[in-house]
């Protein structure tokens, strides 16, 4: 039979082996699970400022290709046809310089930061209303619900912008400014015309947003089990949803600047139409279904980079704001 003190001498052993390898694991979980959500002491202006840096990012990287989007989207409706991406660089630096593809960047500039702070801090806010933060699993029902209501929410601010924006970027644009161009369409079609596209851009929108943060969120557990800041991982998979979200939008994109430009049209048909059903009406009668895919290619180029750059900043803001808050 073993003495006393030899049976009472292995429990200490073997309580000293365990707390080296489990702690730190507990330890960094927690911190893991803090950085996704941000802490709870995180106040409203660090989800502002977190949510501004990565719409900025996101709107101003690939602005050109944005710009050859809106018109390669435009010429559904009549108009010079581009055959692809690089042809409609060509040539629009060819006929018009190289700064037409940066023309109205400053309305967008203007917009995305207090949108994409709204944007950002509705989502973090009703994510965590609904139980989007809840335990360490994946939550797609929540994740759609908080992004569909902080696109609503951000939209009613850039929709505007986004107006602005398009008429600029058309080609042979007479503004010489914003101001300009917010007068001139204030002045001949009134306060509506700046949200005429609204509900269509609610319908592009938030299904847009639902595939994007369900399919970031996915990616994002799939590809980093840890949960760990990894620029790398929100960059790729950021990019990845941006993709699948651009082209299964596509069709309403291409509604939504049919109606944001239809002002600049000498078309009666086209000025006159009034809604996403009398846009989609003509673009079908002149195009027939394909008219709906105009600018599918440089939507999703410039979508993937420019969402994998706002998912990145995104990350990279609340890392650094947890840590300074920590």
């Not at 018009?96 to 989502?123: C, D, K, N, Q």
């Not at 949200?195 to 590809?223: R, V």
């Not at 027939?288 to 600018?295: H, K, L, Q, S, T």
């Amino acid at each position: 039979m073993l003495p006393p003190d030899h049976d009472s001498a292995r429990p200490p052993a073997h309580d000293h082996a365990l707390p080296n390898p489990i702690v730190p694991v507990e330890e960094e979980d927690d911190d893991e699970f803090d950085y996704e959500a941000l802490p709870k002491n995180t106040t409203l202006a660090s989800n502002l400022i977190a949510g501004a840096f990565a719409g900025i990012m996101e709107h101003t990287v690939m602005y050109p290709v944005d710009a050859i989007k809106t018109r390669m989207q435009v010429v559904a409706i009549g108009g010079t046809s581009y055959t692809g991406i690089s042809n409609a660089i060509t040539r629009i630096s060819a006929n018009e310089g190289a700064r037409a593809l940066w023309r109205g960047i400053t309305s967008v500039a203007l917009g995305a930061g207090p949108a994409h702070a709204v944007y950002f801090s509705v989502y973090e806010y009703t994510k965590q209303v609904f139980g989007g933060n809840e335990g360490v699993g994946y939550h797609p029902i929540a994740t759609s619900f908080a992004g569909a209501c902080a696109t609503t929410a951000s939209d009613a601010l850039m929709n505007p912008f986004d107006v602005i924006k398009q008429r600029m970027q058309l080609a042979g644009s007479r503004f010489a400014n914003i101001g300009a161009c917010a007068s001139s369409i204030y002045r001949t079609e009134g306060f509506s015309a700046f949200y005429i596209s609204y509900p269509t851009t609610l319908m592009m929108n938030i299904p847009l947003t639902a595939i994007n943060f369900t399919s970031y969120e996915a990616l994002s557990k799939l590809m980093n089990p840890q949960r760990k800041y990894d620029p790398l991982t929100h960059c790729v998979a950021g990019g990845l949803a941006g993709a699948v979200a651009a082209a299964a939008t596509t069709p309403l994109d291409v509604i939504k600047t049919f109606l944001q430009t239809k002002g600049t049209s000498t078309d009666a048909e086209i000025r006159h139409s009034r809604s996403l059903v009398d846009a989609a009406r003509i673009i079908y009668k002149r195009e027939g279904a394909r008219g709906f895919m105009r600018g599918l290619k440089p939507r999703i180029v410039a979508n993937m980079p420019s969402t994998a750059i706002c998912w990145t900043s995104y990350e990279m803001a609340k890392f650094y704001l947890y840590k300074s808050s920590a």
